[in-house]
């Protein structure tokens, strides 16, 4: 005899379904436990705010310091007694400095004779160029022109650096050469006096300012009667060969 199966009783039959079904539940129950969250309750925030602080604060024991009320001010006297003033005050009458359109005002002459006019000396400092009297060089006095007294000033003066000319060793051995302007006043007692120069280095510069303050004492320069100072430049040279 052949036994026959009965489809109702496979076991085969809608397993794929099954097995969907399951995959679906347990990705499901996964996501919900990932997506957990958990709060805080309000029982726990009520037992911490209900805590309290046990320290007591200790108030600082302040004494009071009574100082004494000032002495009451003096009482009047019980009887004023006024004096009369027996002495005459006499009233010092001031009278107004204030003019009006009515005021006349009296012109005062004034003689031209009773002004005095004083003259000041200006004390400026002549050019050499345009003096009127050129400072006299020792050595120069036999000069009767003013012409010949600037150029023997002149030729003096160049003379004199040449005579007390004195190369400084350091600038020699630094090769430092040039020229130096010396600009120097002769003032109203025939001497030198400020002295200014400009040059390359300040070793040439301060060589310049020796010769030059070496110039002996001359007669001073006369401009419209009286002494005067003047200015004079020079150029100095200082060359290496």
């Known amino acids: 005899m052949e036994l026959k199966k009965n489809p109702k009783a ?30 805080d309750t309000n029982e726990e925030f009520a037992q911490i705010l209900e805590v309290q602080d046990d320290m007591d604060e200790e108030v600082p024991i302040t004494e009071m310091i009574r100082t004494t009320p000032p002495p009451p001010p003096p009482a009047a006297p019980d009887v004023i007694e006024i004096v009369e003033d027996v ?14 359109q009515d005021t006349y005002i009296e012109d005062a002459i004034v003689s031209v004779d009773d002004v005095d006019v004083g003259e000041d000396e200006e004390d400026i400092v002549v050019p050499f160029a345009i003096i009127e009297k050129v400072p006299i060089f020792p050595g120069c006095e036999p000069c009767k022109t003013e012409q010949e007294r600037k150029e023997c000033f002149n030729k003096k003066v160049q003379e004199h650096i040449r005579a007390n000319f004195n190369y400084p060793k350091t600038a020699l ?19 030198v006096a400020g002295i200014r120069k400009r040059g390359p280095d300040r070793l ?21 009667g009286r002494t005067a100072r003047i200015a004079y430049s020079v150029p100095i040279n200082f060359m290496i060969k």
């Open 10 to 39: 496979d076991l085969n039959r809608n397993s794929s379904l099954y097995f969907v079904i399951g995959l679906t539940v347990v990705l499901f129950a996964t996501w919900r436990m990932l997506e957990y969250k958990t709060y």
């Open 87 to 100: 002495e005459e005050v006499e009233e010092t009458i001031i009278e107004s400095t204030e003019s009006s």
């Open 173 to 191: 051995e630094m090769k430092i050469s040039g020229r130096v302007f010396v600009q120097f006043e002769i003032n109203t007692k025939g001497q």
């Open 204 to 224: 040439l510069e301060i060589e310049a300012e020796r010769i030059i303050a070496s110039l002996p004492e001359m007669k001073p320069a006369m401009q419209r």
